[in-house]
């Protein structure tokens, strides 16, 4: 199957400061890329959706400028946390997808941990 | 938005015992509904995925089911493993937007 990998796997930083997570597909070309932010034993959460050249696009109550996503390319997309806080400690997963309504392939997520 | 809830959120069932989680999903649009399965500190894996135009699919020990009318869709596993044990997310996808809605999870124990 596809692969998808994301860089750091894991991050530790201080509050205040702002850290970016890559999101890769190795073998195949995203039209698409989702961020998702899962806390211990919950769901996870659709942050974004982020088309390759366009703006992306973020669901209610993900604020836009503190979480910013990059679809430079049709196999990279970043997620940057601004201003980290301990809220902002999370487990976070991006996926991808190459046509609309099918599979999405998931990384291995990145967990942040703001001190 | 979709709003996807699952039932049960804990399930614990003996090996060789069949297993069922069930989803609900509000928007009638939804017509891709995918299940992963994620193991402790793992990204989620599609197991199986089913179409709005299609009632029930199968694959070897897993089947899902979808009803439209009633916007349900289920999982079923049969004759679990302990190798089965993870957690279970359902989801529901709208339109060609291809933006996943998942539910909160079935935490799937399997005892030997």
């Known amino acids: 199957g596809a692969v998808v990998s994301q860089h750091p796997s894991w991050v530790i930083c201080k509050s205040g400061t702002s850290v970016k997570i890559e999101c890769r597909s190795l073998?195949?070309?995203?039209?698409?890329m989702f961020w998702y932010r899962q806390f211990p034993k919950q769901s996870l959460m659709l942050m974004a959706t982020s088309n390759e050249g366009s703006k992306a696009t973020y669901e209610q109550g993900v604020e836009k400028d503190k979480f910013l996503i990059n679809h430079a390319s049709l196999t990279l997309s970043t997620l940057t946390v601004t201003s980290a806080h301990p809220e902002d400690s999370s487990f976070y997963i991006c996926s991808a997808s190459g046509t609309p309504n099918s599979e999405q392939y998931f990384g291995p997520g990145t967990r942040l941990t703001v001190t | 938005g979709e709003n996807v809830e699952q039932h049960p959120s804990t399930l614990s069932v003996q090996e060789g015992d069949s297993a069922v989680i069930k989803c609900t999903y509000s928007d009638s649009a939804s017509n891709y509904f995918p299940w992963y399965k994620q193991e402790l500190g793992k990204r989620p894996q599609l197991i199986i995925d089913?179409?709005?135009?299609?009632g029930e699919k199968k694959d070897q020990r897993i089947a899902v089911t979808l009803n439209k009318t009633a916007k349900h869709f289920s999982l079923h596993i049969t004759e679990t493993q302990p190798e089965d044990s993870a957690v279970y997310f359902c989801?529901?996808?709208?339109?060609?937007?291809?933006?996943?809605?998942f539910g909160s999870g079935t935490k799937l124990n399997v005892k030997p």
């Open positions: 089913i179409r709005s135009n299609v």
């Open positions: 989801a529901a996808s709208i339109g060609n937007f291809n933006k996943f809605y």
């Open positions: 073998d195949f070309q995203a039209t698409t």
